[in-house]
Protein backbone atom coordinates (compact mmCIF):
# COMPACT_ATOMS: atom_id res chain seq x y z
CA UNK A 1 0.00 0.00 0.00
CA UNK A 2 1.27 3.41 -1.51
CA UNK A 3 2.05 5.68 1.91
CA UNK A 4 2.11 9.23 1.39
CA UNK A 5 5.07 11.14 3.10
CA UNK A 6 5.13 11.68 6.79
CA UNK A 7 5.44 15.31 7.65
CA UNK A 8 7.96 15.18 10.53
CA UNK A 9 8.74 18.48 11.73
CA UNK A 10 6.29 21.03 14.11
CA UNK A 11 6.79 24.92 13.73
CA UNK A 12 8.91 25.93 16.79
CA UNK A 13 7.08 28.42 19.30
CA UNK A 14 10.20 29.60 21.20
CA UNK A 15 9.26 33.22 19.02
CA UNK A 16 4.97 33.19 18.29
CA UNK A 17 3.54 35.88 20.28
CA UNK A 18 0.63 34.60 21.89
CA UNK A 19 -1.09 37.75 21.02
CA UNK A 20 -0.79 36.20 17.10
CA UNK A 21 -2.33 33.04 17.98
CA UNK A 22 -5.26 34.49 19.85
CA UNK A 23 -5.68 36.43 16.64
CA UNK A 24 -5.96 33.68 14.26
CA UNK A 25 -8.14 31.76 16.55
CA UNK A 26 -10.23 34.92 17.38
CA UNK A 27 -11.87 33.92 13.92
CA UNK A 28 -13.34 30.98 14.97
CA UNK A 29 -15.00 32.76 18.23
CA UNK A 30 -16.61 35.22 15.70
CA UNK A 31 -18.41 32.64 14.31
CA UNK A 32 -19.52 31.04 17.46
CA UNK A 33 -21.12 34.29 18.43
CA UNK A 34 -22.71 34.87 15.01
CA UNK A 35 -20.34 38.09 14.58
CA UNK A 36 -19.18 39.52 11.21
CA UNK A 37 -15.20 38.06 10.24
CA UNK A 38 -13.00 39.83 11.70
CA UNK A 39 -15.52 41.66 14.86
CA UNK A 40 -13.05 40.10 18.13
CA UNK A 41 -9.77 41.38 16.30
CA UNK A 42 -11.44 45.20 15.48
CA UNK A 43 -12.84 45.72 18.94
CA UNK A 44 -9.57 44.74 20.23
CA UNK A 45 -8.28 47.48 17.99
CA UNK A 46 -10.83 49.93 19.38
CA UNK A 47 -10.31 49.10 23.03
CA UNK A 48 -6.18 49.47 22.83
CA UNK A 49 -6.74 52.77 21.11
CA UNK A 50 -9.59 53.50 23.97
CA UNK A 51 -7.08 52.48 26.29
CA UNK A 52 -4.09 54.67 25.02
CA UNK A 53 -6.67 57.63 25.45
CA UNK A 54 -7.55 56.73 28.79
CA UNK A 55 -3.59 56.48 30.10
CA UNK A 56 -3.50 52.87 30.83
CA UNK A 57 -0.38 51.47 32.54
CA UNK A 58 1.40 49.38 29.40
CA UNK A 59 0.68 45.72 32.11
CA UNK A 60 -3.06 47.14 32.58
CA UNK A 61 -2.97 47.64 28.51
CA UNK A 62 -1.25 43.52 28.13
CA UNK A 63 -4.05 42.71 30.82
CA UNK A 64 -6.76 44.11 28.38
CA UNK A 65 -5.46 43.04 24.84
CA UNK A 66 -5.14 39.28 25.99
CA UNK A 67 -8.81 39.54 27.49
CA UNK A 68 -10.26 41.64 24.36
CA UNK A 69 -8.98 38.60 22.13
CA UNK A 70 -10.66 36.25 23.65
CA UNK A 71 -13.95 38.34 25.30
CA UNK A 72 -16.41 35.49 23.70
CA UNK A 73 -14.33 32.48 24.34
CA UNK A 74 -17.57 31.39 27.08
CA UNK A 75 -20.02 32.02 23.91
CA UNK A 76 -20.20 28.49 23.09
CA UNK A 77 -21.06 27.42 26.41
CA UNK A 78 -24.93 28.25 26.53
CA UNK A 79 -25.66 27.90 22.56
CA UNK A 80 -27.45 24.83 23.57
CA UNK A 81 -29.60 26.72 26.19
CA UNK A 82 -30.29 29.61 23.85
CA UNK A 83 -31.42 27.09 21.02
CA UNK A 84 -33.85 25.26 23.24
CA UNK A 85 -35.19 28.57 24.67
CA UNK A 86 -35.44 29.97 21.37
CA UNK A 87 -36.10 26.58 19.32
CA UNK A 88 -34.53 28.48 16.17
CA UNK A 89 -30.87 28.97 15.25
CA UNK A 90 -28.32 30.22 18.24
CA UNK A 91 -29.72 33.98 18.54
CA UNK A 92 -26.64 36.15 16.77
CA UNK A 93 -24.58 38.22 19.66
CA UNK A 94 -24.21 40.89 16.70
CA UNK A 95 -28.08 40.81 16.66
CA UNK A 96 -28.43 41.09 19.91
CA UNK A 97 -25.77 44.16 20.56
CA UNK A 98 -27.70 46.10 17.97
CA UNK A 99 -30.70 46.18 20.59
CA UNK A 100 -30.86 47.57 23.66
CA UNK A 101 -32.31 44.39 25.96
CA UNK A 102 -32.93 46.14 28.45
CA UNK A 103 -35.84 47.91 26.70
CA UNK A 104 -38.91 45.74 26.75
CA UNK A 105 -39.90 46.88 23.46
CA UNK A 106 -36.79 45.83 21.83
CA UNK A 107 -36.55 42.97 23.80
CA UNK A 108 -39.97 41.70 23.09
CA UNK A 109 -39.33 42.73 19.48
CA UNK A 110 -36.25 40.24 19.21
CA UNK A 111 -38.69 36.97 20.48
CA UNK A 112 -40.92 37.86 18.26
CA UNK A 113 -38.68 37.60 15.21
CA UNK A 114 -36.34 34.78 16.45
CA UNK A 115 -38.29 32.62 18.40
CA UNK A 116 -39.52 29.33 17.34
CA UNK A 117 -38.90 30.44 13.51
CA UNK A 118 -40.11 27.75 11.19
CA UNK A 119 -42.66 26.47 13.71
CA UNK A 120 -46.14 26.98 13.57
CA UNK A 121 -47.94 30.25 14.70
CA UNK A 122 -49.04 28.36 17.99
CA UNK A 123 -45.27 26.68 18.20
CA UNK A 124 -44.27 30.86 18.11
CA UNK A 125 -46.48 31.39 20.38
CA UNK A 126 -45.71 29.17 22.91
CA UNK A 127 -42.11 30.14 22.54
CA UNK A 128 -42.62 33.85 23.11
CA UNK A 129 -44.59 33.17 26.22
CA UNK A 130 -42.05 30.98 27.34
CA UNK A 131 -39.53 33.53 27.10
CA UNK A 132 -41.56 36.39 28.33
CA UNK A 133 -41.90 34.13 31.89
CA UNK A 134 -37.95 33.35 31.68
CA UNK A 135 -37.68 37.19 32.57
CA UNK A 136 -34.57 39.00 33.97
CA UNK A 137 -33.05 35.77 36.08
CA UNK A 138 -33.46 33.49 32.90
CA UNK A 139 -31.16 35.93 30.88
CA UNK A 140 -28.75 36.55 33.95
CA UNK A 141 -27.93 32.53 34.16
CA UNK A 142 -26.76 32.68 30.59
CA UNK A 143 -24.16 35.75 30.83
CA UNK A 144 -23.46 34.26 33.76
CA UNK A 145 -22.22 30.88 32.42
CA UNK A 146 -21.06 32.46 29.72
CA UNK A 147 -19.20 35.17 31.50
CA UNK A 148 -17.68 32.48 34.17
CA UNK A 149 -16.30 29.87 31.31
CA UNK A 150 -14.74 32.64 29.40
CA UNK A 151 -13.07 33.90 32.85
CA UNK A 152 -11.39 30.48 33.72
CA UNK A 153 -10.14 29.79 30.18
CA UNK A 154 -8.25 33.13 30.60
CA UNK A 155 -7.04 31.28 33.63
CA UNK A 156 -5.91 28.17 31.76
CA UNK A 157 -4.27 30.17 29.10
CA UNK A 158 -1.95 31.55 31.77
CA UNK A 159 -3.56 34.90 31.49
CA UNK A 160 -3.79 37.08 34.40
CA UNK A 161 -6.82 37.47 37.37
CA UNK A 162 -7.23 40.68 35.73
CA UNK A 163 -7.93 39.47 32.17
CA UNK A 164 -10.17 36.77 33.77
CA UNK A 165 -12.08 39.63 35.46
CA UNK A 166 -12.69 41.61 32.64
CA UNK A 167 -14.02 38.85 30.69
CA UNK A 168 -16.14 38.16 33.75
CA UNK A 169 -17.74 41.77 34.00
CA UNK A 170 -17.54 42.97 30.45
CA UNK A 171 -21.49 42.55 30.27
CA UNK A 172 -21.88 44.88 33.42
CA UNK A 173 -23.08 48.40 32.86
CA UNK A 174 -22.20 51.42 34.79
CA UNK A 175 -25.87 52.00 35.99
CA UNK A 176 -25.92 48.65 37.29
CA UNK A 177 -28.60 47.02 34.97
CA UNK A 178 -26.03 44.70 33.39
CA UNK A 179 -25.39 41.41 34.14
CA UNK A 180 -24.01 38.32 35.62
CA UNK A 181 -23.87 40.13 38.29
CA UNK A 182 -25.77 43.78 38.00
CA UNK A 183 -22.34 45.78 39.39
CA UNK A 184 -22.64 49.57 38.96
CA UNK A 185 -20.09 52.17 38.46
CA UNK A 186 -16.57 51.75 39.91
CA UNK A 187 -17.14 48.24 41.06
CA UNK A 188 -16.82 47.09 37.27
CA UNK A 189 -13.22 46.32 36.44
CA UNK A 190 -12.03 49.55 34.62
CA UNK A 191 -10.77 47.06 31.43
CA UNK A 192 -14.74 45.40 31.42
CA UNK A 193 -15.44 48.71 31.24
CA UNK A 194 -13.39 49.22 28.49
CA UNK A 195 -14.49 45.94 26.46
CA UNK A 196 -18.07 46.39 27.32
CA UNK A 197 -18.15 49.91 25.23
CA UNK A 198 -15.58 48.47 22.28
CA UNK A 199 -17.63 45.37 21.33
CA UNK A 200 -20.82 47.45 20.58
CA UNK A 201 -19.46 50.16 19.25
CA UNK A 202 -17.32 48.00 16.56
CA UNK A 203 -20.96 46.28 16.06
CA UNK A 204 -22.43 49.52 14.72
CA UNK A 205 -19.14 51.01 13.47
CA UNK A 206 -18.59 48.08 11.00
CA UNK A 207 -22.34 47.26 10.35
CA UNK A 208 -23.01 51.32 9.67
CA UNK A 209 -19.94 54.06 10.33
CA UNK A 210 -18.33 55.82 13.31
CA UNK A 211 -21.06 58.24 13.55
CA UNK A 212 -23.54 55.75 14.11
CA UNK A 213 -21.11 54.31 17.04
CA UNK A 214 -20.34 57.93 18.58
CA UNK A 215 -24.02 58.22 18.56
CA UNK A 216 -24.97 54.54 20.25
CA UNK A 217 -22.05 55.26 22.85
CA UNK A 218 -23.51 59.36 23.66
CA UNK A 219 -27.46 57.58 23.95
CA UNK A 220 -25.80 54.99 26.38
CA UNK A 221 -23.83 57.11 28.25
CA UNK A 222 -23.98 57.04 31.61
CA UNK A 223 -26.40 54.02 31.42
CA UNK A 224 -24.62 51.51 29.70
CA UNK A 225 -21.24 53.08 29.74
CA UNK A 226 -18.43 54.68 32.24
CA UNK A 227 -18.57 58.09 31.03
CA UNK A 228 -15.13 58.59 31.26
CA UNK A 229 -14.58 55.65 28.62
CA UNK A 230 -17.79 57.00 26.32
CA UNK A 231 -15.41 60.48 26.43
CA UNK A 232 -12.64 58.69 25.20
CA UNK A 233 -14.27 57.21 22.62
CA UNK A 234 -15.71 60.56 21.34
CA UNK A 235 -11.70 61.81 20.94
CA UNK A 236 -11.23 58.42 19.06
CA UNK A 237 -14.65 59.12 16.58
CA UNK A 238 -12.47 61.95 15.68
CA UNK A 239 -9.94 59.83 14.06
CA UNK A 240 -10.95 59.24 10.55
CA UNK A 241 -8.08 56.97 9.72
CA UNK A 242 -8.12 54.88 11.97
CA UNK A 243 -11.59 54.21 11.07
CA UNK A 244 -10.53 53.41 7.33
CA UNK A 245 -8.19 51.24 8.58
CA UNK A 246 -10.70 48.87 9.62
CA UNK A 247 -12.60 48.85 6.82
CA UNK A 248 -9.79 46.87 5.82
CA UNK A 249 -10.50 42.90 4.72
CA UNK A 250 -8.35 41.62 7.04
CA UNK A 251 -6.91 43.62 10.68
CA UNK A 252 -5.08 40.98 12.38
CA UNK A 253 -1.59 42.57 11.15
CA UNK A 254 -2.73 45.82 12.89
CA UNK A 255 -3.51 43.43 15.78
CA UNK A 256 -0.10 42.55 15.88
CA UNK A 257 1.29 46.20 16.24
CA UNK A 258 -0.64 46.94 19.17
CA UNK A 259 0.18 44.13 21.29
CA UNK A 260 2.28 45.47 24.22
CA UNK A 261 6.10 45.02 23.42
CA UNK A 262 7.19 44.79 27.12
CA UNK A 263 5.00 42.24 28.73
CA UNK A 264 5.11 40.52 25.21
CA UNK A 265 3.72 36.68 25.77
CA UNK A 266 5.65 33.98 23.75
CA UNK A 267 4.06 30.43 23.33
CA UNK A 268 6.31 27.82 23.86
CA UNK A 269 4.95 24.27 23.09
CA UNK A 270 3.46 24.04 26.87
CA UNK A 271 1.29 27.02 26.33
CA UNK A 272 0.30 25.79 22.94
CA UNK A 273 -0.75 22.60 24.68
CA UNK A 274 -3.08 24.68 26.50
CA UNK A 275 -4.39 26.45 23.93
CA UNK A 276 -5.07 23.19 22.21
CA UNK A 277 -6.82 22.29 25.46
CA UNK A 278 -8.83 24.85 26.02
CA UNK A 279 -9.78 25.61 22.55
CA UNK A 280 -11.18 21.80 22.66
CA UNK A 281 -13.19 22.59 25.87
CA UNK A 282 -15.04 25.26 23.95
CA UNK A 283 -15.81 23.31 20.69
CA UNK A 284 -17.53 20.65 23.39
CA UNK A 285 -19.36 22.84 24.68
CA UNK A 286 -21.48 23.59 21.49
CA UNK A 287 -23.45 20.86 22.23
CA UNK A 288 -24.33 18.11 25.37
CA UNK A 289 -24.10 15.70 22.45
CA UNK A 290 -20.21 16.73 22.15
CA UNK A 291 -19.06 16.73 25.53
CA UNK A 292 -15.77 15.69 25.69
CA UNK A 293 -15.58 14.55 21.65
CA UNK A 294 -12.15 16.16 21.27
CA UNK A 295 -10.44 15.06 24.14
CA UNK A 296 -11.34 11.45 23.57
CA UNK A 297 -10.67 11.66 19.74
CA UNK A 298 -7.29 13.20 20.84
CA UNK A 299 -6.82 10.25 23.15
CA UNK A 300 -7.95 7.84 20.39
CA UNK A 301 -5.81 9.32 17.67
CA UNK A 302 -2.65 9.18 19.92
CA UNK A 303 -3.00 5.60 21.36
CA UNK A 304 -3.61 4.60 17.33
CA UNK A 305 -0.31 6.65 16.71
CA UNK A 306 1.49 4.88 19.25
CA UNK A 307 0.83 1.62 17.66
CA UNK A 308 1.40 2.60 14.45
CA UNK A 309 5.34 3.86 15.69
CA UNK A 310 4.52 7.44 15.15
CA UNK A 311 7.29 9.45 16.10
CA UNK A 312 7.07 12.14 19.24
CA UNK A 313 6.34 14.89 17.09
CA UNK A 314 3.68 13.19 15.02
CA UNK A 315 2.03 12.34 18.18
CA UNK A 316 1.82 16.00 19.29
CA UNK A 317 1.20 17.00 16.02
CA UNK A 318 -1.79 14.29 15.64
CA UNK A 319 -3.09 15.15 19.53
CA UNK A 320 -3.11 18.75 18.83
CA UNK A 321 -5.10 18.18 15.71
CA UNK A 322 -7.48 16.05 16.92
CA UNK A 323 -8.48 18.70 19.52
CA UNK A 324 -9.38 21.35 17.14
CA UNK A 325 -10.72 19.32 13.94
CA UNK A 326 -14.27 20.40 14.86
CA UNK A 327 -13.62 23.85 15.46
CA UNK A 328 -14.88 24.56 12.40
CA UNK A 329 -18.47 23.25 13.92
CA UNK A 330 -18.39 26.36 16.04
CA UNK A 331 -20.45 28.19 12.97
CA UNK A 332 -23.40 25.06 12.55
CA UNK A 333 -26.11 25.94 14.29
CA UNK A 334 -27.44 23.95 17.58
CA UNK A 335 -31.01 23.84 15.84
CA UNK A 336 -28.77 21.25 13.40
CA UNK A 337 -26.35 19.84 15.93
CA UNK A 338 -29.20 18.40 18.06
CA UNK A 339 -31.53 17.39 15.29
CA UNK A 340 -33.15 14.02 16.34
CA UNK A 341 -34.30 13.76 12.57
CA UNK A 342 -32.85 13.66 8.98
CA UNK A 343 -30.63 16.88 7.99
CA UNK A 344 -32.14 18.65 4.65
CA UNK A 345 -30.07 19.47 1.96
CA UNK A 346 -29.23 23.34 3.56
CA UNK A 347 -28.71 21.69 6.53
CA UNK A 348 -26.34 19.12 5.65
CA UNK A 349 -24.32 21.17 3.23
CA UNK A 350 -23.24 23.64 6.57
CA UNK A 351 -22.25 20.22 8.04
CA UNK A 352 -20.19 19.69 5.52
CA UNK A 353 -18.93 22.42 5.27
CA UNK A 354 -17.29 22.41 8.64
CA UNK A 355 -13.96 20.50 7.82
CA UNK A 356 -13.56 23.57 5.65
CA UNK A 357 -13.62 26.07 8.10
CA UNK A 358 -11.91 24.33 10.87
CA UNK A 359 -9.06 24.80 7.82
CA UNK A 360 -9.14 28.18 7.42
CA UNK A 361 -9.06 29.19 10.55
CA UNK A 362 -6.22 26.93 12.09
CA UNK A 363 -4.47 28.23 8.52
CA UNK A 364 -4.63 31.63 10.32
CA UNK A 365 -2.87 30.17 13.75
CA UNK A 366 0.94 30.55 14.30
CA UNK A 367 1.98 26.94 15.18
CA UNK A 368 -1.15 25.42 14.48
CA UNK A 369 -0.61 25.92 10.05
CA UNK A 370 1.29 22.82 9.64
CA UNK A 371 -1.48 20.26 10.94
CA UNK A 372 -4.22 22.06 9.84
CA UNK A 373 -4.59 20.83 6.78
CA UNK A 374 -4.85 17.01 8.53
CA UNK A 375 -6.94 18.21 11.05
CA UNK A 376 -9.98 19.79 8.31
CA UNK A 377 -9.25 16.05 6.65
CA UNK A 378 -11.27 14.10 9.48
CA UNK A 379 -13.83 13.15 6.64
CA UNK A 380 -11.98 12.24 4.43
CA UNK A 381 -11.99 8.67 2.67
CA UNK A 382 -9.75 6.72 0.68
CA UNK A 383 -11.85 6.85 -2.19
CA UNK A 384 -12.26 10.55 -2.63
CA UNK A 385 -15.88 10.01 -1.21
CA UNK A 386 -15.15 12.05 1.83
CA UNK A 387 -15.85 15.68 2.35
CA UNK A 388 -15.05 18.88 2.34
CA UNK A 389 -12.40 18.37 -0.17
CA UNK A 390 -12.97 14.69 -1.61
CA UNK A 391 -9.38 13.59 -1.29
CA UNK A 392 -8.10 10.10 -2.14
CA UNK A 393 -5.45 7.67 -0.20
CA UNK A 394 -2.29 8.86 -1.75
CA UNK A 395 -3.30 13.05 -0.61
CA UNK A 396 -3.99 11.90 2.83
CA UNK A 397 -0.89 11.48 5.62
CA UNK A 398 -1.29 9.00 8.25
CA UNK A 399 -1.77 11.55 10.73
CA UNK A 400 -5.36 12.29 8.51
CA UNK A 401 -5.73 8.82 8.13
CA UNK A 402 -5.77 8.08 12.16
CA UNK A 403 -7.27 11.15 13.01
CA UNK A 404 -10.40 9.95 10.56
CA UNK A 405 -10.69 6.95 12.57
CA UNK A 406 -10.59 7.87 15.68
CA UNK A 407 -13.02 10.79 15.03
CA UNK A 408 -15.55 7.83 13.69
CA UNK A 409 -14.84 5.59 16.24
CA UNK A 410 -16.01 8.00 19.36
CA UNK A 411 -19.08 9.46 16.80
CA UNK A 412 -20.00 5.73 16.74
CA UNK A 413 -19.44 4.82 20.57
CA UNK A 414 -20.98 7.67 22.19
CA UNK A 415 -24.94 8.99 22.02
CA UNK A 416 -26.27 11.72 18.87
CA UNK A 417 -29.27 13.03 18.77
CA UNK A 418 -30.42 10.37 15.99
CA UNK A 419 -29.24 6.89 17.53
CA UNK A 420 -27.71 5.93 20.94
CA UNK A 421 -24.69 5.06 21.31
CA UNK A 422 -23.01 1.58 19.50
CA UNK A 423 -21.37 -1.10 21.52
CA UNK A 424 -17.50 -1.49 20.68
CA UNK A 425 -18.43 -5.07 18.68
CA UNK A 426 -20.78 -3.19 16.34
CA UNK A 427 -18.22 -0.18 16.28
CA UNK A 428 -15.43 -2.77 15.38
CA UNK A 429 -18.10 -4.16 12.72
CA UNK A 430 -18.52 -0.65 11.02
CA UNK A 431 -15.08 0.56 11.20
CA UNK A 432 -13.23 -2.92 9.40
CA UNK A 433 -16.39 -3.18 6.89
CA UNK A 434 -15.71 0.32 5.88
CA UNK A 435 -12.16 -0.85 5.38
CA UNK A 436 -13.46 -3.77 3.30
CA UNK A 437 -15.26 -0.97 1.20
CA UNK A 438 -11.97 1.12 0.48
CA UNK A 439 -12.74 4.15 2.86
CA UNK A 440 -11.28 3.78 5.72
CA UNK A 441 -7.36 3.10 6.39
CA UNK A 442 -6.84 -0.40 7.98
CA UNK A 443 -3.63 0.04 9.44
CA UNK A 444 -5.46 2.55 11.81
CA UNK A 445 -8.28 0.44 12.15
CA UNK A 446 -6.24 -2.29 13.12
CA UNK A 447 -4.42 -0.27 15.56
CA UNK A 448 -8.10 0.65 16.93
CA UNK A 449 -9.09 -2.49 17.59
CA UNK A 450 -5.65 -3.89 19.20
CA UNK A 451 -6.26 -0.70 21.31
CA UNK A 452 -10.26 -2.52 21.89
CA UNK A 453 -8.77 -5.54 22.36
CA UNK A 454 -5.97 -4.56 25.24
CA UNK A 455 -8.88 -3.10 27.02
CA UNK A 456 -11.73 -5.92 26.58
CA UNK A 457 -11.38 -10.04 28.05
CA UNK A 458 -11.38 -12.33 25.11
CA UNK A 459 -14.60 -13.34 26.57
CA UNK A 460 -16.04 -9.86 25.99
CA UNK A 461 -14.76 -9.77 22.02
CA UNK A 462 -13.07 -12.15 19.74
CA UNK A 463 -11.56 -9.26 17.95
CA UNK A 464 -9.94 -11.57 15.66
CA UNK A 465 -12.92 -12.09 13.63
CA UNK A 466 -13.31 -8.28 12.69
CA UNK A 467 -9.86 -8.08 11.17
CA UNK A 468 -9.50 -5.85 7.93
CA UNK A 469 -8.76 -9.09 5.73
CA UNK A 470 -12.77 -10.07 6.47
CA UNK A 471 -14.96 -10.75 3.73
CA UNK A 472 -17.90 -9.58 5.77
CA UNK A 473 -19.89 -7.42 3.20
CA UNK A 474 -20.57 -4.75 6.41
CA UNK A 475 -22.61 -1.67 5.01
CA UNK A 476 -20.61 1.63 5.85
CA UNK A 477 -22.23 4.43 8.13
CA UNK A 478 -22.03 8.01 7.51
CA UNK A 479 -21.24 9.99 11.03
Not at 7 to 15: I, K, M, S, W
Not at 429 to 456: K, M, N, Q
Request: glycine content about 8%.
Amino acid sequence: MHRPRRQVGLDRPATIALGDILTGLSHALDITEGQERGHTARACLIGMRLATILGLSEVEQSDLFYALLIKDAGGSSNASHLHQLFATGDPSRREIGLRDWRSLVRESGYAREYAGIGGSIWERLAHMRHLSRAGREERRSLFRVRSSRGARMALGLGLSEASALAIRAMDEHWDGGGDPQGLAGDDIPLLARIMGLAQVAEIFAHSQNAAAALDIVEKRSGRWFDPEVAAAFRTLATDASFWASLRQDSVDHLVKCVEPSQVRIVADDARLDQIADAFATLIDAKSPYTSDHSRRVAFLAVSIGERLDFTPDELTRIRRAALLHDIGKLGVPSRILEKPGPLTEDEWLLVRNHPKHTLQILQAVPGFRDFAFDAACHHEKLDGSGYHQGLTADQLSPTARALTVADMADALLTDRPYRQALDPIETLRILHGDCVAGLLCPDSVDAFTDYVAERLSSAEIQVSEYSSDSDDDLSTRQQ
